[in-house]
């Protein structure tokens, strides 16, 4: 499209190709040519006439026409749509492949994960998927936060009340529970009370001089959250594991040093003998210039300084020309100032993109947080029971004939399934309103409603005696091909250009979208178009179609972390 601009003279003119609204006149529409002839005061239909005939698609398209005003329209031919899909639809990995480095999850350690670290979870690793499935090179990074003032609150909690734990290795220490209500009664007299709140930020001295007891306190707390964790990414089928940690401690050795560069740069500044940069453009409320403290009078650093430690390492250690963070909207501030201080002081080079992508809060139906009956933040696995008891019953009395082990995989899977996806398919900026009944209906765009459709397409196969690959080979002769065929296989070639988009734009509900209305799509074909029934030419062609379908749904939402069931 574009050399045929070129050979109409028109140099650098984007198409606009688009998917045409009026799938009864065209597939494609290219509407760039209005606004270059009104800018060249020619008439747009003539302008269109001349890139037409300079278009060469013959072996793609069997109708090219203007239409309108002068835009293009574009009809594939089938014949083509046969072709492509012959190929067997495959995602095309990038030639030029980015480092793409991923900070997600990254809870605060000493705390039970709860319902605000699933945007950043559950996001952050669909990411990962599809940066991966497109070629590129993926690093996770799990930033735990093992450092700061929270350890300090529940170690001095912890040797208030209980003194006989902190000199111990003690199984109660292993204990999640145990250890969180230490944690937050801590985290409460922190607040009021002065003498407590010194002792905790003593705590955290003593830890980060490496002081041996406190040390020892710490590793066996933080191995408990950490198991804690670990268990909830089974649970969850999310990618991130040990090697994947490298929480804010581990940066400890390297923060003199990046004081040390802003210093020697002239960028830190003293201010109240706490060490800040102020970066040009940031101002507090009274339009004063906002610090970015790296260092407090008392020596301890903070959660900025380490980040510019973790950007350091992210491009020179790990080479990454794309850093992304994935954290809630409360942070928005943090990164962008992080960011400025990173290109100041050349931690980032240019050509390395920093991203913060933030999301909004997880709140009910009624707009507030979404807490618990004990007032607190839903603890993850509690979430989880929940769910899979909710898909349980969705799901139990349809299918009385599967086993009980299958059953219960059928439930989790798509309990963990349903929950993702509900999180996925918002645009991630905004607020998200949790709502049970919603994630978990087998209508609209949800997961169980397209995993139903994976395990229909699957059925049908089986009946066929076939399975998605070897229905994926079939060769089948052309034939006068439905509406709803060639709406199905439109929408199967524009997985690709929904990927690129994804990763381009790091907005997973795009691909959300894309695959509901590819099962949308599929469903209109499955309804008008007997499979089974029909000719031998036919019936191998639908089938083909149908598989193309399995094959594109459930890599689709593979990328988004999800995974299928044969039957439910
Ligand atoms: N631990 C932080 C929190 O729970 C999130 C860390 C995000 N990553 C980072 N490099 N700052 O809020």
């Known amino acids: 499209m574009r050399d045929a601009f070129v050979a109409t003279g028109i140099e650098e003119a ?7 609204r009026r799938a009864d006149l065209a597939d494609y529409q290219a509407n760039g040519g209005i606004g270059i002839a009104k800018r060249q005061r020619v008439a747009p239909r003539i302008l269109a006439q001349s890139v037409v005939e300079n278009l060469a698609i013959e072996d793609i398209a069997c109708e090219v026409n203007v239409a ?8 594939l031919s089938n014949d083509f749509l046969w072709r492509k899909l012959s190929d067997a639809i495959s995602l095309e990995r990038t030639d030029h492949p980015d480092v793409v480095v991923i900070d997600y999850s990254s809870p605060n350690l000493a705390k039970e994960m709860h319902v605000g670290h699933l945007r950043s979870t559950v996001i952050g690793d669909a990411m990962a998927r599809i940066f991966e499935a497109l070629g590129h090179k993926v690093v996770r990074q799990n930033h735990v936060g093992d450092w700061g003032t929270p350890f300090g609150q529940l170690v001095a909690q912890i040797r208030e009340v209980s003194p006989e734990l902190a000199n111990a290795e003690d199984p109660k220490l292993r204990d999640l529970r145990v250890l969180v209500e230490h944690y937050r009664t801590g985290s409460e007299k922190y607040a009021g009370d002065k003498t407590f709140a010194d002792a905790a930020r003593e705590a955290v001295v003593q830890l980060q001089r490496g002081e041996p007891k406190t040390r020892a306190l710490w590793r066996q707390v933080r191995e408990a959250s950490l198991e804690s964790m670990r268990d909830l990414y089974r649970r969850l089928d999310i990618r991130l594991t040990d090697d994947d940690i490298r929480g804010e401690s581990s940066y400890h050795d390297d923060l003199p040093s990046i004081i040390e560069a802003l210093r020697s740069q002239g960028l830190a500044t003293e201010s109240d003998g706490a060490l800040c940069v102020f970066p040009e453009g940031f101002k507090g409320k009274d339009g004063s210039p906002l610090p970015m403290l790296l260092q407090k009078s008392d020596g301890g650093y903070l959660y900025h300084t380490t980040d510019l430690a973790a950007v350091r390492y992210r491009t020179s250690g790990l080479g990454g020309n794309r850093l992304l963070y994935f954290t809630d909207a409360r942070q928005i501030q943090h990164f962008e100032m992080l960011f400025a201080v990173s290109r100041l002081a050349g931690l980032a080079p240019d050509g390395c993109s920093l991203e913060h992508h933030p999301f909004g809060s997880v709140t009910d139906k009624q707009g507030r947080p979404f807490k618990s009956r004990t007032g607190y933040a839903v603890p993850l696995s509690e979430l989880l029971d929940e769910a899979e008891s909710r898909t349980r019953r969705v799901i139990a009395p349809k299918r009385r004939d599967l086993g009980a082990t299958e059953a219960e995989h059928v ?6 399934g349903a929950i993702k996806y509900a999180l996925l398919s918002k645009n991630l900026g905004q607020n998200y309103v949790f709502d049970w009944d919603a994630m978990l209906s087998l209508e609209g765009n949800t997961a169980p409603y397209l ?3 994976c395990s229909r397409i699957r059925s049908v196969l089986a009946r066929a005696g076939m399975d998605v690959e070897g229905a994926r080979k079939l060769s089948a002769g052309l034939w006068a091909w439905t ?4 709406a199905l296989a439109l929408e199967l070639l524009r997985c690709q250009e929904t990927l690129d988009q994804v990763a381009t734009d790091v907005r997973p509900h795009f691909l959300c979208n894309y695959l509901y209305e590819l099962t949308s799509k599929f469903m209109r074909f499955y309804e008008h178009c007997p499979i089974l029934g029909s000719s031998s030419d036919v019936r191998n062609g639908r089938l083909k179609l149908a598989a193309n379908a399995a094959q594109t749904l459930e890599s689709g939402l593979g ?5 299928t069931v044969p039957r439910m």
């Open 14 to 20: 984007d198409p606009v190709l688009t998917n045409s």
């Open 68 to 75: 309108g005003p002068g835009f293009i329209n574009i009809r």
């Open 411 to 416: 439930i989790r899977t798509v309990a963990v």
């Open 451 to 453: 995993l139903y459709a």
């Open 483 to 486: 509406g709803q065929e060639r």
């Open 559 to 563: 990328c988004l972390g999800i995974s």
